[in-house]
C-alpha cells in the first residue's frame, strides 16, 4: 500500500526560507504556514511540523528553549551591542541579539537582565508621555510619506531620509547622504525604490520644499503615463507645520532608539582635536569612512523595524503585525493594496541630469553613482589601502586617523594631480567632489 502522506520538498528550495522568516523572529507554527502557503508546491509535496523541527535544527536554527541563554549567558553580547545601542530596551535588545547575534533569548530572560545589570537605564525609559493625532490611509500604498532628519547635518555633516508607509508602518526607504538639499539625489532615492520593488502608489506626501519637487513631478508623470485620466493633477500632497505625521514618527522612533549611541562615538573626534570640519581632507575621509557604515548600520535598523511586530493598539483600526508581511501580503490581514504596477523602469534621463549620471547605466543604484562621484578611481585605491584595515572597527577609527591624516593625504594629494578635470575646475577638492562633475 503506498504512503498516504506526500513526499517532503526539497530541503535546498527551503533553506534561504526558513533562514529569513527565523531571523524575523517567527515561530514553528508561523514558518511552517508561510512555506506551504508560498513557496512550496502543495499539490506535488508536503511538510509536516516534526520534518520542519529537524531540518531547522540540522540548521542550527535552534528555537528560545533549545538555546536556553540565561543573564550570564548574554551578558557579553548585551555589552557588546550596547555599545551603539545606548537606549534599546527590551523589544529592541530582543531584536538586535536575534539579527546581530542569532540568539534567541525570552523577554523574561531579558527584563531580569536589565534589573539586575541596568536598572538605572529601565528607569529612563519609563513614564514618556505621547501624543495622539489622526492619520487615515485606507490600505497598502495609497500612500508614501518621505521626510527629511538634518539633526546631524551641522554637527557631523550627515543628512538622513526616510520614506514609509503610514498603513502598514513599512520602510520604503531609509537612507545617509551628507546632503539634504539636492533634488535631484531625493528624486533618485524614489527611482531606485520603484526599480526595486516595481510599483508605486496612489500618491506621495512631503513637507513643502525645492529638494522634493523632482519625487512630486517623478510620481505625478509615472501616475500620468500609467493612468491618462490624471493628466490634470498633481498626485503628491504638500503639508505644512509637521502634519506630515507618519514620518515625524518615525525619526522620533529613530532619534529614541538609534542616535544616541552613534553620537557618543562620532562625537569623539572634536572632543579629542583629531577631526577638523573645516579641512577638506578631514571631511573627505570622514565621509568614505563613515557614510558606508552608518548606512549599513540603518539598513539593519530599517530591517529590524519592518521584521518586528508591533503592539496591537486599540487606538488603531489599522491591522497589528510585522510590517513586511501587512505590507506585501495585505490580504492575510484583511486589508487592501492600491499599489500600481510600474513594469517598465522609470527613465532616469528626464529627471536626473546627464553630468549626475557620469556614464552609468540604468540599472545602476543612484546611492552607488552618488558614491563613486564621492570616491574616485583614484581616491578609492589609496583610501581602501591605508583605511580598510580599521574600517571594520568602527569604534577605533579616530585612534587611527589621528596617525595616518599625513599620510593618506600625501596619496590624495598624488592622485588628485592625476585626475582629468571638467571644463571648469573647482577651487577645491572638496568642491570638485561635491560638484559630482567627475570627468572619467
Known amino acids: 500500500m503506498p504512503?498516504?502522506?506526500?513526499p517532503n520538498s526539497p530541503v535546498g528550495l527551503l533553506r534561504d526560507k526558513i533562514c529569513y522568516y527565523w531571523y524575523q523572529g517567527k515561530n514553528d507554527k508561523q514558518i511552517l504556514r508561510h512555506l506551504l502557503d508560498r513557496h512550496i508546491d502543495t499539490t506535488q509535496y508536503g511538510l509536516g511540523m516534526t520534518n520542519f523541527k529537524a531540518i531547522r535544527k540540522s540548521m542550527d536554527l535552534l528555537s528560545t528553549?533549545?538555546?536556553?541563554?540565561?543573564?550570564?549567558?548574554?551578558?557579553?553580547?548585551?555589552?557588546?551591542?550596547?555599545?551603539?545601542?545606548?537606549?534599546?530596551?527590551?523589544?529592541?535588545?530582543?531584536?538586535?541579539?536575534?539579527?546581530?547575534k542569532g540568539i534567541k533569548v525570552s523577554r523574561a530572560v531579558l527584563q531580569e537582565y536589565f534589573e539586575t545589570f541596568e536598572p538605572e537605564l529601565k528607569q529612563?525609559?519609563?513614564?514618556?508621555?505621547?501624543?495622539?493625532?489622526?492619520?487615515?490611509?485606507?490600505?497598502?500604498?495609497?500612500?508614501?510619506c518621505i521626510d527629511q532628519h538634518d539633526k546631524w547635518k551641522y554637527k557631523f555633516g550627515l543628512c538622513f531620509h526616510v520614506a514609509v508607509d503610514p498603513f502598514s508602518g513599512y520602510l520604503i526607504w531609509l537612507r545617509v547622504w551628507w546632503n539634504n538639499s539636492n533634488p535631484i539625489l531625493i528624486c533618485s532615492y524614489y527611482l531606485d525604490a520603484v526599480s526595486s520593488l516595481g510599483y508605486v502608489p496612489l500618491?506621495?506626501?512631503?513637507?513643502?520644499?525645492?529638494?522634493?519637487?523632482?519625487v512630486a513631478n517623478a510620481h505625478s508623470y509615472i501616475r500620468q503615463l500609467l493612468d491618462p485620466e490624471l493628466q490634470d493633477g498633481i498626485q503628491h500632497n504638500w503639508k505644512r507645520d509637521k502634519s506630515n505625521i507618519k514620518a515625524e514618527i518615525e525619526w522620533s522612533k529613530f532619534r529614541r532608539r538609534w542616535t544616541p549611541g552613534f553620537e557618543l562615538i562620532l562625537a569623539q573626534g572634536e572632543q579629542r582635536g583629531i577631526f577638523d570640519k573645516g579641512h577638506p581632507l578631514h571631511i573627505l575621509t570622514f565621509r568614505f569612512l563613515v557614510i558606508p557604515f552608518i548606512q549599513r548600520e540603518v539598513d539593519e535598523y530599517r530591517e529590524r523595524v519592518n521584521d518586528y511586530p508591533k503592539r496591537k493598539n486599540k487606538?488603531?483600526?489599522?491591522?497589528?503585525?510585522?510590517?513586511?508581511?501587512?505590507?506585501?501580503?495585505p490580504a492575510d490581514f484583511d486589508s487592501v493594496d492600491f499599489k500600481v504596477s510600474a513594469l517598465t523602469t522609470p527613465s532616469?534621463?528626464?529627471?536626473?541630469?546627464?553630468r549626475y549620471r557620469l556614464g552609468f547605466p540604468p540599472s545602476t543604484s543612484s546611492w552607488q553613482r552618488r558614491n563613486t562621484c564621492l570616491q574616485t578611481t583614484q581616491f578609492c585605491s589609496s583610501s581602501h589601502r591605508h583605511l580598510q584595515p580599521w574600517r571594520r572597527e568602527f569604534t577605533s577609527i579616530w585612534a587611527c586617523l589621528s596617525s595616518r591624516w599625513l599620510t593618506f593625504g600625501t596619496f590624495l594629494l598624488s592622485s588628485w594631480s592625476r585626475l582629468r578635470w571638467p571644463s571648469k575646475p573647482a577651487s577645491s577638492p572638496l568642491k570638485f567632489f561635491e560638484s559630482g562633475a567627475m570627468v572619467w
Open 65 to 100: 528553549r533549545q538555546q536556553g541563554h540565561t543573564v550570564m549567558s548574554i551578558r557579553g553580547a548585551v555589552e557588546e551591542i550596547r555599545v551603539f545601542n545606548t537606549t534599546a530596551g527590551i523589544l529592541d535588545m530582543k531584536s538586535l541579539l536575534l539579527k546581530k
Open 315 to 329: 487606538r488603531k483600526l489599522t491591522p497589528a503585525g510585522r510590517p513586511s508581511d501587512i505590507h506585501f501580503h
Open 124 to 144: 529612563a525609559r519609563l513614564g514618556r508621555k505621547l501624543v495622539f493625532r489622526q492619520f487615515w490611509a485606507a490600505g497598502v500604498n495609497v500612500l508614501w
Open 203 to 214: 500618491l506621495t506626501q512631503s513637507d513643502p520644499g525645492s529638494e522634493n519637487v523632482r
Open 3 to 6: 504512503n498516504q502522506h506526500k
Open 348 to 354: 532616469y534621463d528626464i529627471f536626473l541630469p546627464s
